[in-house]
Structures are given as structure tokens and as C-alpha cells.
């Protein structure tokens, strides 16, 4: 490499393009500040809650925008209201549990209280005490209080965004996108259960991890062994125009043996593994479409799954160059018949950290993070398919990772 290569800004060598992925932006805590700036504080809608978590006035639900801790919550209007979890005195937490219901919120620090808009109201003992101390006589309370965000749904899902630039969801979204989530989120969705998983990598590896159809097959044992997603099945992948968005689906078929996997010697077609309940896999087409998997993103971190009747929201939480949170919800909905909340529960198994399917998805992330340490200036290659970001009829591509990137790209300015 030439001096002047060498001496070169890391971003400046990052050349134009889909394909090539340089490692050090899975690794550089200045990309990572720059992210919190320009992506998750940026023109995005942030996933934020389900509208089923703020049923009633005073609901609320803490969340995070990037490294932004968020309280959402209904008010007494009616509306979804969403602002900073920190008070506008020193910068503590405003509300510390995961949600509950409240008629205000009051900071356990110094008393100062916000209303249910996040507006400050007051201040404790804002006029002193006997005449002595307190807060000048020019202090306003409407000069203070935390960030605002303005509030969209669709399908019950609650978004977020701090950008007058951000276009209205829908249009954010595109018709396409729109239309799959609302195929899924038809009528008003339950929470069956939830959990958070801590992961050893950046955030960005895992948002490529559910845009990449290439690796579905490849390596889940349990996708390819038990038919419930392999190249050789009709489906496709849907990408919005500025490649943000994707959903990836996978059409159910008669049963048929193709060798396609054995042709190439790949670990993950095993016909000596066997289910000890068959039920488990034992699928309603309750959409009507013979869609049996279909994974859907909202960029930055939103992921919507349907794996045969198991619905699940993945929302991810960035914790540093080389960590986040993966929160995982489960829903079904409130006119489920005993039978099929039953199957829903039973195929809830096939996703989490030690899901049939997606217990290796818990690990491979890691995996590069720890393979790519020494090798920050070197290229991950994302070829499979071409060099573009488009819509497609198979899923042996990594168009949707190309999408990521490219929009990453331009909202970061690389």
C-alpha cells in the first residue's frame, strides 16, 4: 500500500460501492458516535413500542433511540407523546422500569416534575425556602425539559423520530413495506411474552445478519433440515427503493426432495435429525397466502418475523462497537383460538438465543467481530447476487445487505 493510501482518511478509502465492507466500521468508536448523530438522532423513524403497550391514559414504555434512553407514553389527549428519558436539571433517568402507568413523572433526584407530553411543570422549591435560595425570577419552565420526538404507527407499531426531516412514515416506509407489515399486523396484536438478549457484536453486523437470505440455509440446521426455508422453494425478497427496508419470504411447498444441499456438502441439510413432536411444525396458513416465513426490517433496527405462526417483533439496542441488546416480543392476537395460541406458543421455540432456528444467529455475530479484529483495513465481500440493491425472485442474493449499506452510506456521508 502507498504512503499516501496508508496516510488517508479511513473513510476517504472506503470506495463507492455495494459489495466491498470495510471491518473497521464495525470496529471505530468515532463511526459509532457518528451514528448516534446522523442515523438513530437522524431523518429514521426509530421503533419505539406496540400501541397494545399504551392502551390507557398515563401507559407508558422506556426504550432506546441508539445510545437514547425514551419514555412513550399515552396522554391525556389521547395521542402517543415520546421524549428523552433524562431531566432537564442534571441529566438523571425520568422513569426507571420497563413501563406501568403514571399521571406524571416525577425525577426521584430533585423532585422536578414533567407532565405526559414531557413538558416540566415544576420545580421543587423553585421559589426558595423563608425567602432564602430557589431559582431566579427570570427561570422559565418552558425553556426546560428533555428532547422531543415526533410519533407515527402503522400496524400497532409505535415509531419515533428527533428529525424535522423525516418524511411521514408511510412515505419513509414505501407502499411495499407497508403492505407486508400490515399482511402480518392485520388486526390488534397480544403480547405473548418477551425477553432481552445480550450479543458480543456491533449492532450493524446483526442488522446485515437479517437482511442476508444467503446465509437462511446455510447455516440453520433446522430451516434446511425441516423445510422451512431452502433455495430450492419459491419466494423472494422486497427492497424499497433507497434499499432501508426489506422483507424476505418463503413459500410453502408440497414435499419434495431436492439435493441440492448434499450436492454441495452442506452441514446444514441433515436427514438423521428428527422432531420427537411433529406438532411443532405443524403450520395454519393463517394469512391466506401460503407464505411460511417472512422476515421483514424497518431500518435502522426493527425486525417483524413470521416463522410458520410464531409472530415476533426484534428491536436492537446498540451497547458500543462491539455489543447490543437484542429485545425480542412475541405476539399473537386477542381472537386466537385456544389451538392456535397453542401452536404459537409451542413454535415460539424456533427463535431466541436458544431457538431451533436461531440459537447460531446468537453467536456468528460474534464470531466476525472476534475473526475481523486484526483486520480492520480489509474488505468483507457482499457479491452474492450482484452489486445492486433491488428487489428479487430468489434468496440465494445479498441484495438486502447491499440495501443496508447503501442507505447507511448515504446517511452517514461514506
Known sequence: MSNSAENAPRHEAWEPGLTRVPFWVYQDDAVR??????????????????????????????????????????????SIRAFENRCAHRGALIAFEDGGNVSEFHCVY????????????????????????????????EEHGPRKLRTATIGGLVFGTLSNETPELEEY?????????????????????????????????????????????????FFTTF??????????????DDGAHHASATYAQLETRDTIYKDEAIRSDNDAFRLADPSMLDPVDEF????????????????????HNSLAIRNFVPRGT????????????????????????KQANLVGPAGFVSMEDGCIGGFVQRGAMAAADE????????????????????????????????????
Not at 188 to 205: A, H, S, V, Y
Not at 323 to 328: G, I, S, V
Open 33 to 78: 458516535r457518528a451514528e448516534q448523530e446522523k442515523i438513530f438522532q437522524g431523518p429514521v423513524w426509530n421503533y419505539l413500542c406496540l400501541e397494545h403497550e399504551l392502551a390507557n391514559t398515563g401507559d407508558y414504555r422506556t426504550s432506546f433511540v441508539g445510545d437514547m434512553p425514551v419514555i412513550s407514553v399515552r396522554a391525556e389527549d389521547g
Open 110 to 141: 430533585h423532585a422536578w416534575r414533567y407532565d405526559l407530553a414531557g413538558n416540566l411543570k415544576s420545580v421543587a422549591f423553585r421559589r426558595g425556602v423563608n425567602g432564602k435560595g430557589g431559582m431566579a425570577e427570570s427561570f422559565c419552565l
Open 173 to 221: 416506509l414505501g407502499p411495499a413495506i407497508c403492505a407486508k407489515i400490515r399482511r402480518v399486523l392485520h388486526k390488534k396484536p397480544e403480547i405473548l411474552g418477551r425477553f432481552t438478549q445480550p450479543m458480543p457484536n456491533n449492532w450493524k453486523l446483526y442488522a446485515e445478519n437479517v437482511k442476508d437470505t444467503y446465509h437462511a440455509s446455510l447455516l440453520h440446521l
Open 227 to 240: 423445510r422451512i426455508t431452502r433455495f430450492s422453494q419459491a419466494g423472494g425478497i422486497t427492497i424499497s
Open 288 to 307: 391466506g397466502d401460503g407464505i411460511q416465513l417472512q422476515i421483514l426490517t424497518v431500518f435502522p433496527t426493527l425486525v417483524l418475523q413470521q416463522t
Open 322 to 345: 462491539d455489543a447490543m441488546d437484542l429485545h425480542w416480543t412475541y405476539l399473537g392476537f386477542a381472537d386466537d383460538t385456544p389451538e392456535l395460541r397453542k401452536r404459537r406458543l
Open 379 to 414: 474488505l468483507s465481500v457482499v457479491e452474492m447476487g450482484g452489486a445492486e440493491a433491488r428487489t428479487t425472485d430468489t434468496r440465494a442474493t445479498e441484495t438486502a445487505v447491499r440495501g443496508f449499506w447503501q442507505i447507511y452510506r448515504r446517511l452517514m456521508g461514506l
